[in-house]
Nanobody, 116 residues
Framework: QVQLVESGGGVVQTGGSLRLSCAAS????????MGWFRQGPGKEREFVAG????????TYADSVKGRFTVSKEHTEVTVFLQMNSLQPEDTAAYYC?????????WGQGTQVSVSS
């Protein structure tokens, strides 16, 4: 079984930055990717960014390209989301995920609020 623990959310002004972290533990050896989704108020959960297990390939939602960067630390099995130039529309609960042979596991979510 895999567990995910997220951290790094908070309140920031428009144009500010935050860095989210998500640490995986447990049976991660059968995993092949990690990343982030978000769910804003009254909205459906949407994909934000993903990274392959090797860290060699990344994908981003169009709405965050050029502002957000996803990265992965291999030793500690941690995925990061560096968020720059934050806008009020980025306000959401951010959920990390890990994909492995048994399916997708989600973190508990961390709240990001961007004030105008």
């Amino acid at each position: 079984q895999v567990q995910l623990v997220e951290s790094g959310g908070g309140v920031v002004q428009t144009g500010g930055s935050l860095r989210l972290s998500c640490a995986a533990s447990g049976r991660t050896f059968s995993s092949f990717g990690m990343g982030w989704f978000r769910q804003g108020p009254g909205k459906e959960r949407e994909f934000v960014a993903g990274i392959t297990w090797s860290g060699m390939r990344t994908t981003y939602a169009d709405s965050v390209k050029g502002r957000f960067t996803v990265s992965k630390e291999h030793t500690e099995v941690t995925v990061f989301l560096q968020m720059n130039s934050l806008q009020p529309e980025d306000t959401a609960a951010y959920y990390c995920y890990i994909d492995h042979t048994a399916g997708r596991v989600w973190g508990q979510g961390t709240q990001v609020s961007v004030s105008s």
